[in-house]
């Protein structure tokens, strides 16, 4: 079973803002990505770790996959239980779409940032930012 966890992180909101994945096969770190993404919101930086995730999953040829992130609005969003409303937030909702169809079977679920693997994510993307900043 392959998992992936994002996360995304703005300091002001917008401000300095940093994404992350990790990519998780049976518990296991296969792969982990973090980088900075200029000033954006908290939520930009949520879509954007999903979106480069995805992209790393279909690039590795993966075709199931749970996506797991702490942000009940983007998930919630994303499973049409929210609507989107931001022009921005659209955009990334759209390519998020766009990408899932590659899959056969994607599913998205909300975890607290308590999660083993969010807790990295969020460590490692907080870390890129305090880099960014000093």
Same mark, same amino acid.
């Given at each position: 079973?392959? *998992?992936?966890?994002?996360?995304? $992180?703005? !300091?002001?909101?917008?401000?300095?803002?940093?994404?992350?994945?990790?990519?998780?096969?049976?518990?296991?770190?296969?792969?982990?990505?973090?980088?900075?993404?200029?000033?954006?919101? #908290? #939520? &930009? $930086?949520? =879509? /954007? $770790?999903?979106?480069?995730?995805?992209? %790393?999953?279909? /690039?590795?040829?993966?075709?199931? &996959?749970?996506?797991? /992130?702490?942000?009940?609005?983007?998930?919630?969003?994303?499973?049409?239980?929210?609507?989107?409303?931001?022009?921005?937030?659209? *955009?990334?909702?759209?390519?998020?779409?766009?990408?899932?169809?590659?899959?056969?079977?994607?599913?998205?679920? =909300? &975890? /607290? !940032?308590?999660?083993?693997?969010?807790?990295?994510?969020? %460590?490692?993307?907080? *870390? $890129?930012?305090? *880099?960014?900043? #000093?």
């Amino acid at each position: 079973m392959i *998992e992936m966890y994002t996360d995304g $992180a703005s !300091r002001g909101n917008p401000g300095p803002a940093a994404s992350g994945y990790l990519i998780a096969e049976n518990k296991q770190i296969k792969f982990e990505k973090y980088w900075t993404i200029g000033k954006s919101t #908290n #939520n &930009v $930086a949520e =879509y /954007s $770790a999903l979106i480069k995730g995805l992209s %790393k999953l279909i /690039s590795l040829g993966v075709k199931e &996959v749970t996506c797991y /992130s702490d942000s009940q609005l983007m998930i919630n969003q994303i499973n049409g239980e929210y609507k989107v409303k931001n022009k921005k937030l659209k *955009e990334l909702f759209k390519k998020v779409k766009e990408l899932s169809s590659n899959f056969q079977q994607i599913k998205f679920t =909300y &975890v /607290s !940032r308590n999660n083993e693997f969010i807790s990295i994510v969020d %460590k490692k993307i907080n *870390e $890129a930012l305090d *880099e960014k900043l #000093n």
